[in-house]
């Protein structure tokens, strides 16, 4: 029965005395691939056997995109107030503590500047460990604020959008910011400055139907959700099934809605490669 047993520096132990890996050193994808974490994040956080891209958020994507990882913060300080006092389940409020407390983020989106392959950059990223994401006055005045500093140095800007739709608890003033990002946006097409979006899982309500799908090109990371309402609403307001997949990025792209779908382990250099292109 010695296959029962193992040797450690001499010592034969019971194979019951092995230690436990630690919780969270694992990660399992949808279609049941294992891989370690320290394998998946050397790979840009996409499993390499199955090509499952796991959601992350802004710290991660300013580490994969920024040149040695260096930028600047824009408005980092900028915080969320209950100007409506609106309680559903709980106080919004609350919600805001809750959700600045498990994530170490002041809102659904961080702001940046730095440089990608050379080439100065404007990055706007948006967090769907916030709230889902959701877009609100912050969010709203952020992505506005960094598309005017793009504005200004004549560089690039990126949204990468990340979002369940517009933040209910900030009801009008939420809507509100579409315009307000639209405008900065406008400013940037005049001046004929790059805008480039990066759809990824998921991308809906509000930002899909503005700034998410305004880009002079239109990026998306594989099988994204990409659309307005989910598939439920869509399928009960039509009154018939919906083909399969419809709301994945490589079906939005067949559609004419995105240009091209790219696996986050080629982001940068095809963003490199998209600005060459534009500034040429």
Known sequence: MSWLRRKKKGIVTPTGDKKELPDGLWYKTPKGTIIHKRELKKNDYVC?????????????YFEI????????????DIRSSDRLNF?????????LQLSTSKTGLKDAVRTA?????GNKMVLACMDFSF???SMGVVVGEKISRAAAHAHREKIPYLVICKSGGARMMEA???????????????LLHEDKIPYLTL????????VSASFGMLGDVQMAEPQSLIGFAGPRVIRETMGKDL?????TAEFVQESGFVDIVVDRRQLKETLVCILKLLNH
């Open 131 to 133: 709230i889902g994401g």
């Open 87 to 95: 309680v559903d389940t709980k106080s919004y409020k609350e919600r």
């Open 243 to 247: 083909p399969e997949g419809f709301q």
């Open 199 to 206: 759809l990824t899982d998921p991308t809906t309500g509000g």
């Open 65 to 76: 995109l920024f040149d040695n990882k260096d930028f600047e913060e824009l408005d980092k």
């Open 113 to 117: 500047y730095g440089e990608v392959g």
């Open 48 to 60: 390499p056997d199955d090509g499952y891209h796991v959601r992350i958020g802004s710290a991660e």
């Open 172 to 186: 009008g003033f939420s809507l509100m910011q579409l315009p307000k990002v639209i405008t900065q946006l406008i």
